[in-house]
């Protein structure tokens, strides 16, 4: 099943085009978060320190996705 | 909230520190709060900033901080509002303001709302330094990972 992803600020540098990846069925943020790290390696340590948001609410590592999923990968925010 | 106010919490749009204030008989302490673009961090100078949002979330995330803010203390007045796009020094990137009867409700939500903002809502800074170099902010990590 396929869901989009949007990424942002650091993260861009790393999934400059990607928007929409296949998962499968009972697939976690967990999950997602290995497959972004082996398509491309170098996004690891910033990965380890987003957060995601599923839908636009901020969702745990055993969030499970489903077909269509709008899910954002949030580095550390510096607002303000 | 009857308090808050309607319109967006993310501005394109350059932020004006107002010489007017809400016209509410009953406020007695009115507080606001500006973060400025400065021209220096750790060491290196800033020649301007790029803030990026995921509007969206976090103009809700505001909203719900405000009603936060609004529930925790006796506010009369509520609004934040947080600038995105290309900044130059001096200009103000975000704006919380904080109305009450007593001034000590207004200053303590003020804090509360600007620290909350700064570590939760998505909303990105990049620097732009003098030597040509640029580097997204590392930014605040959140408290679960």
């Known amino acids: 099943m396929d869901i989009q992803l949007l990424f942002f600020a650091a993260v861009k540098d790393h999934f400059p085009d990607l928007k929409k990846i296949e998962v499968s069925e009972g697939d976690s943020i967990v999950h997602l978060r290995e497959i972004l790290t082996r398509t491309n390696p170098g996004s690891e340590s910033i990965l380890k320190v987003s957060r995601f948001a599923v839908n636009q609410s901020i969702v745990s590592d055993d969030f499970v996705l489903r077909e269509g999923s709008v899910v954002a990968v949030l580095p550390p925010s510096s607002g303000g | ?145």
């Not at chain 2, 009953?26 to 709060?33: N, P």
């Not at chain 2, 995330?61 to 007045?77: G, T």
């Open chain 2, 1 to 145: 909230m009857s308090v808050l106010e309607a319109h967006s919490h993310i501005s394109s749009s350059p932020i004006f520190v107002s010489s007017q204030i809400p016209d509410i008989p009953e406020m007695g302490g009115f507080v606001v709060f500006s973060g400025i673009v400065r021209n220096l961090n750790e060491g290196k100078k800033v020649t301007h900033l790029e803030y990026e949002a995921y509007a969206p979330m976090a103009n809700e995330m505001i909203r719900a901080i405000l009603e936060d803010a609004c529930k925790k203390w006796d506010l009369l007045h509520a609004n934040c509002i947080h600038r995105v796009g290309k900044l130059g020094i001096s200009e103000i990137a975000v704006i919380v303001e904080t109305g009450s009867i007593h001034r000590a409700e207004a200053y303590e939500s003020n804090r509360y709302i600007i620290d909350r903002v700064k570590h939760e809502v998505p909303i990105w800074k990049k620097e732009f330094y003098l030597d040509g170099s640029s580097e997204w902010s590392k930014g605040c990590a959140h408290e679960s990972h």
